[in-house]
Protein backbone atom coordinates (compact mmCIF):
# COMPACT_ATOMS: atom_id res chain seq x y z
CA UNK A 1 0.00 0.00 0.00
CA UNK A 2 2.61 2.84 0.93
CA UNK A 3 4.56 1.44 -1.96
CA UNK A 4 2.60 3.10 -4.56
CA UNK A 5 2.55 6.47 -2.42
CA UNK A 6 6.26 6.54 -2.49
CA UNK A 7 6.45 5.58 -6.41
CA UNK A 8 4.83 8.22 -7.16
CA UNK A 9 5.60 10.52 -4.96
CA UNK A 10 9.45 10.30 -5.52
CA UNK A 11 9.01 8.69 -9.31
CA UNK A 12 6.38 10.02 -10.82
CA UNK A 13 6.53 13.82 -10.24
CA UNK A 14 9.38 16.27 -9.70
CA UNK A 15 10.30 17.43 -6.28
CA UNK A 16 9.11 21.16 -7.74
CA UNK A 17 5.80 19.75 -7.51
CA UNK A 18 6.22 19.13 -3.96
CA UNK A 19 6.26 23.23 -3.21
CA UNK A 20 3.75 24.39 -6.23
CA UNK A 21 0.17 25.10 -5.29
CA UNK A 22 -1.93 23.54 -8.30
CA UNK A 23 -5.73 22.59 -7.73
CA UNK A 24 -5.49 19.81 -10.23
CA UNK A 25 -2.57 18.77 -8.45
CA UNK A 26 -4.00 18.06 -5.55
CA UNK A 27 -7.45 16.30 -7.36
CA UNK A 28 -4.90 13.90 -8.70
CA UNK A 29 -4.04 12.92 -5.38
CA UNK A 30 -6.82 12.76 -3.77
CA UNK A 31 -8.14 10.46 -6.71
CA UNK A 32 -5.04 8.14 -6.65
CA UNK A 33 -4.75 8.32 -2.94
CA UNK A 34 -7.96 8.62 -0.77
CA UNK A 35 -8.84 4.97 -0.52
CA UNK A 36 -5.34 4.29 0.83
CA UNK A 37 -5.42 7.20 3.32
CA UNK A 38 -8.62 6.21 4.51
CA UNK A 39 -7.64 2.68 4.74
CA UNK A 40 -4.56 4.06 7.06
CA UNK A 41 -6.21 6.21 8.79
CA UNK A 42 -8.18 3.58 10.50
Known amino acids: ??????D????EIEPRQWWIKDNAFDQLIRDR?????DQASR
Open 1 to 6: MYQEVL
Open 8 to 11: FWFK
Open 33 to 37: FSTIH
